[in-house]
């Protein structure tokens, strides 16, 4: 899988005598987790952990050299059963992939680490590693952290910033700046789950008043928003935008103490 992190911050490209002499108490463990699932006629299945990769591979270059924060190699599949039924999605069940971020944390907690961050590129993995957060600092005292992607992206229609939550402008706009060969532009199809300004309080997501769904539902290309805005240029603005964000983010997770004293 193509990386955007730089070697000196991807752990799996150190000996174990190298991460042995990293100073535990100061350095930061990113886990990436992302997915392998089916994003229309014209992403590939890789998308999510494509993208959390090239922003937060930019994000780390932003980051002083001599701040201590590392990356081990992403979780690329996650609970994705939104998408089942769509050829090539590889989906966990929650019990799996509760376990797998459970024994990777065990894993950094045997080996020293104090301070881990879950950075997340997909909407379904996002209550699941809520719940292993909490778990995790309960059960090792681990100091643990959740960075959901980058934040909203500038310059978007309320529509698209609302619902095009997967394989829209902003997905496909990323993806023609990182990977442009795996965008077929001659393809693009448009879904939305809802939109802007639809009476009543039930809604699909986000709001107090939610439905279950699955993408076979509402969108049979399996895109949720509108590729067809997209380009080169929005995607790399939108990713140092976004790294900027996650890089300030993980500075301050860095820095982090508890300031409650019992």
């Not at 997501?205 to 895109?223: K, N, Q």
């Not at 964000?245 to 103490?257: D, G």
């Amino acid at each position: 899988m193509k990386t955007w992190i730089p070697d000196g911050r991807f752990l799996p490209y150190f000996t174990w005598k190298q991460v042995e002499a990293l100073d535990k108490d100061k350095s930061l463990v990113i886990i990436p987790t992302a997915a392998i699932e089916q994003h229309g006629h014209h992403l590939p299945l890789a998308t999510d952990t494509l993208l959390n990769n090239y922003i937060l591979g930019h994000a780390l270059r932003k980051l002083p050299k001599d701040l201590p924060v590392y990356a081990v190699a992403p979780v690329c599949y996650g609970k994705s059963n939104e998408h089942i039924g769509f050829p090539g999605t590889l989906s966990l069940g929650r019990n799996t992939f509760m376990a797998v971020l459970h024994d990777l944390a065990e894993s950094l907690h045997a080996g020293g680490f104090k301070k881990i961050v879950f950075f997340n590129s997909h909407g379904g993995n996002h209550s699941i590693i809520d719940v292993m957060a909490r778990d995790l600092r309960a059960e090792f005292g681990l100091r643990v952290f959740c960075l959901f992607g980058g934040g909203g992206a500038s310059d978007l229609g309320e529509q698209e910033a609302r619902y095009g939550f997967h394989a829209g402008e902003v997905e496909t706009s990323l993806l023609l700046a990182a990977t442009p060969e795996l965008v077929h532009t001659d393809r693009y199809t448009v879904n939305y789950i809802a939109k802007v300004g639809d009476p009543g309080v039930l809604k699909p997501e986000f709001a107090y008043a939610t439905y279950a769904w699955l993408t076979r539902d509402i969108a049979p290309s399996g895109v949720m928003g509108d590729p067809n805005p997209s380009t080169a240029e929005k995607g790399l603005v939108w990713c140092d935008e976004m790294s900027t964000r996650v890089a300030a983010a993980l500075t301050e997770m860095h820095a982090y103490e508890n300031l409650l004293k019992l």
